[in-house]
């Protein structure tokens, strides 16, 4: 027997781990996706400026891409009868609007970290939604967790806990 290669210690014993190996080409989606990229979900709250923080020390740490994501949706204001009686809301375009709201924010953090490549997206749609689909081509998501910790369960708020729940890849949580 060659003395560089390992035996196959045969079948794993009950409670003992042990790791599978793949080709490449059977990993499908998950070869597809970039690696580098760190997804972080900016929505201007602190914890989100905190993700976005600690996203770029990652970044710097291992060389990866930062992508700043803000997503914007329109929400019905008033009863549908009035709807469009009252256009306070859609004296700016949103899509703009959410653009110069997420290159402050990135500016702000960016001007810490020299170093590292911060692109920013702006899409619009649900949030988790949003997110979710990005996370199969990230190698980590970031988001702040927002929620008020009224009771069990509530420390999350409702993106990050969809996120946590149906993302492809690695979330981490900032407070």
């Known amino acids: ?22 080709p490449a080409e059977a990993w499908g989606a998950d070869a597809a996706r970039q690696r580098g990229r760190i997804i972080v979900g900016v929505d201007g709250s602190k914890q989100s400026r905190t993700a976005l923080r600690w996203a770029c020390a990652d970044a710097r740490a291992t060389g990866s891409t930062v992508v700043a994501v803000a997503v914007w949706h329109l929400y019905p204001l008033a009863p549908p009868e009035r709807v469009g009686t009252s256009p306070w809301w859609f ?15 990135v500016d ?18 649900h949030a988790a939604e949003q997110l979710i689909s990005l996370s199969a081509v990230a190698d980590l998501v970031v988001l702040g967790a927002t929620g008020s910790g009224g009771f069990a369960g509530m420390s999350l708020g409702s993106t990050s806990r969809a996120v946590v729940e149906h993302a492809l890849s690695t979330v981490v949580l900032a407070r």
């Open 1 to 22: 027997m060659d003395e560089t290669r390992r035996r196959d210690p045969g079948p794993a014993r009950s409670g003992e781990a042990r790791a599978a190996t793949r």
């Open 91 to 105: 004296t700016a375009d949103p899509e703009e609007a959410t653009r110069a709201f997420l290159g402050e924010v």
């Open 108 to 125: 702000e953090v960016a001007d810490d970290f020299p170093d590292v490549v911060v692109e920013q997206k702006v899409l619009s749609g």
